[in-house]
């Protein structure tokens, strides 16, 4: 088969939830391209819409579920809007997820619950799902995790989410444990750990210490808009069929001291 052949998406149905704008988008964008509908999630509709038109205008056809998967009694609704829509869902890219900073002593449990129930809980009961209703039935489905760096160490100074970083580190680990239930289903679930990359959740994190991150990622730059749209494209196709519990780690090096 070709490196063509193998990175074509034609056909194909994915969910990227948190999809609406930032890195979700542009994971939305590259699974388009390559000849994916794009089923988009979040929580603001008017947003929502604005990136359906978008893609639309990319040629890309798209549809609009606006929902909290904080949720846990919103997500079998989810699906079956999409189930209506497209019948099947082939991709899952799990990228939905919010941060709180305070010190570790004074977190807020409302604040701890609040990042795990979207970033970890969401991303299971997704996945599940997905998974008994389409992929375990079907015996194939890709599931690619947005995890973060920050679930592989701890913070620079000046930085105190000890949630994120928690429910980041489960995600990595969920995606280790589910690929090694569901491989037997020609699963895939892998993970992609995103470095730095500006959004709307790190722009005030980024003014305050942008340039020290920079001064310490080999390669001297944040991430950028296109940086992420290689590894999606390939953790969701037929060129990742013998990569399973892995994570993918997009920084620029910054990781590697």
């Known amino acids: 088969?070709?490196?063509?052949?193998?990175?074509?998406?034609?056909?194909?149905?994915?969910?990227?939830?948190?999809?609406?704008?930032?890195?979700?988008?542009?994971?939305?964008?590259?699974?388009?391209?390559?000849?994916?509908?794009?089923?988009?999630?979040?929580?603001?509709?008017?947003?929502?819409?604005?990136?359906?038109?978008h893609l639309a205008a990319q040629g890309v056809e798209a549809m609009a579920v606006p929902v909290d998967l904080g949720r846990r009694e919103s997500i079998p609704?989810?699906?079956?809007?999409?189930?209506?829509?497209?019948?099947?869902?082939?991709?899952?890219?799990?990228?939905?997820?919010?941060t709180w900073g305070a010190p570790a002593e004074d977190y807020p449990a409302e604040a701890w619950d609040k990042v795990m129930r979207l970033n970890i809980d969401a991303m299971f009961f997704l996945s599940q799902e997905v998974g008994r209703r389409f992929m375990i039935p079907r015996r194939s489905g890709k599931i690619v995790n947005v995890a973060s760096v920050a679930g592989l160490s701890g913070n620079p100074p000046g930085m105190q989410t000890i949630a994120y970083n928690a429910s980041k580190g489960a995600a990595v680990n969920l995606t280790r444990a589910l690929a090694a239930e569901?491989?037997?289903?020609?699963?895939?679930?892998?993970?992609?750990?995103?470095?730095?990359?500006?959004?709307?959740?790190?722009?005030?994190?980024?003014?305050?210490?942008?340039?020290?991150?920079?001064?310490?990622?080999?390669?001297?730059?944040?991430?950028?808009e296109e940086d992420l749209k290689g590894a999606v494209v390939f953790l969701s196709?037929?060129?990742?069929?013998?990569?399973?519990?892995?994570?993918?780690?997009?920084d620029g090096g910054a990781s590697l001291f």
């Open 1 to 53: 088969m070709s490196l063509k052949k193998l990175l074509d998406l034609s056909g194909k149905v994915a969910i990227v939830t948190g999809g609406s704008r930032g890195l979700g988008l542009q994971m939305a964008e590259a699974l388009g391209e390559m000849g994916a509908r794009v089923a988009l999630t979040a929580r603001k509709a008017v947003e929502l819409e604005a990136a359906v038109k």
């Open 77 to 98: 609704p989810t699906v079956d809007a999409v189930a209506a829509r497209f019948g099947t869902v082939d991709i899952l890219v799990n990228n939905a997820g919010t």
């Open 182 to 224: 569901w491989g037997k289903y020609d699963i895939n679930v892998n993970a992609i750990c995103p470095g730095f990359f500006p959004s709307r959740m790190t722009h005030g994190l980024l003014g305050a210490i942008g340039d020290m991150v920079t001064a310490m990622t080999p390669l001297g730059r944040l991430g950028g």
């Open 237 to 250: 196709s037929d060129a990742s069929r013998h990569v399973t519990g892995q994570y993918l780690v997009v």
